[in-house]
């Protein structure tokens, strides 16, 4: 069975710290692993996508890093902002057929 | 980049009756839509996928005669919950896909809706 597990559930730290997301999945067959970022009553927004073949891809303060042997992958977020306070939700992508599979979440909130 | 919108935001309605949600591709053509409902604290789950111009493909639980899809152009794609209940309320989040997005799949933001 298809499935994406994140942790934590959710995640509390202070302004400028840094955090590391984690995320673990069974897909098969593997196409590629998108972070998102989702603002609570708002649509998610791509962060980064990685390919089979991709180890790491960074997108401002955020790096997403990407093991295909071990099927896990993490979001390491820097010097985190108020703003960066949202649902992160890992999800990965079926070969063939435009089939995503989608992480429960990791509620982050920044606070000052 | 590539922009979806959704309309309304966020829409009240009466148990029994129908409501109607946009979704269109503000910049560029979509081969294909996605309609996802999600329940608070949960994750997004995809209700169908539809291409233009041909029925709509549905999950495996979702009722099609309650949840009308009709991709009509290119560019606009629409969900109609009929006879509402209040256990359809929940958060609709359409997305779409465009051989020039490649894997990209983008979201809109969201359609709120409330059954009372």
């Known amino acids: 069975k298809n499935q994406v597990e994140q942790s934590p559930q959710s995640l509390i730290i202070l302004e400028g710290k840094n955090c590391t997301l984690q995320?673990?999945?069974?897909?098969?067959?593997?196409?590629?692993l998108r972070w998102y970022k989702q603002d609570t009553g708002r649509g998610p927004v791509s962060l980064t996508i990685?390919?089979?073949?991709?180890n790491t891809k960074s997108n401002g303060r955020y790096t997403a890093t990407l093991d295909a042997d071990t099927k896990q992958s993490s979001l390491h977020i820097t010097a985190s902002q108020l703003s960066d306070s949202a649902s992160y939700i890992c999800?990965?992508?079926?070969?063939?057929?435009?089939?995503?599979?989608f992480g429960a979440g990791t509620i982050l909130r920044v606070k000052s | 980049g590539a922009v979806v919108s959704q309309h309304p935001s966020w829409v009240i309605c009466k148990s029994g009756t129908s409501v109607k949600i946009e979704c269109r591709s503000l910049?560029?053509?979509?081969?294909?839509m996605f309609w996802y409902r999600q329940f608070p604290k949960q994750s997004l789950m995809l209700m169908a996928t539809?291409?233009?111009?041909?029925?709509?493909?549905?999950e495996q639980g979702v009722e099609k005669d309650k949840f009308l899809i009709n991709h009509a152009s290119l560019t606009l794609s629409t969900l109609t919950v009929t006879s509402a209940h209040p256990e359809d309320s929940s958060f609709y989040i359409c997305?779409?896909?465009?051989?020039?997005?490649?894997?990209?799949?983008?979201f809109g933001p969201g359609t709120r809706l409330t059954v009372t």
């Open positions: 539809s291409n233009e111009g041909s029925k709509a493909t549905y």
């Open positions: 995320c673990n999945y069974t897909v098969s067959p593997f196409s590629n």
């Open positions: 990685m390919t089979f073949s991709e």
């Open positions: 910049d560029f053509q979509a081969t294909t």
């Open positions: 997305s779409a896909i465009t051989l020039q997005t490649g894997m990209e799949q983008y």
């Open positions: 999800v990965v992508s079926v070969l063939y057929g435009n089939k995503l599979v």
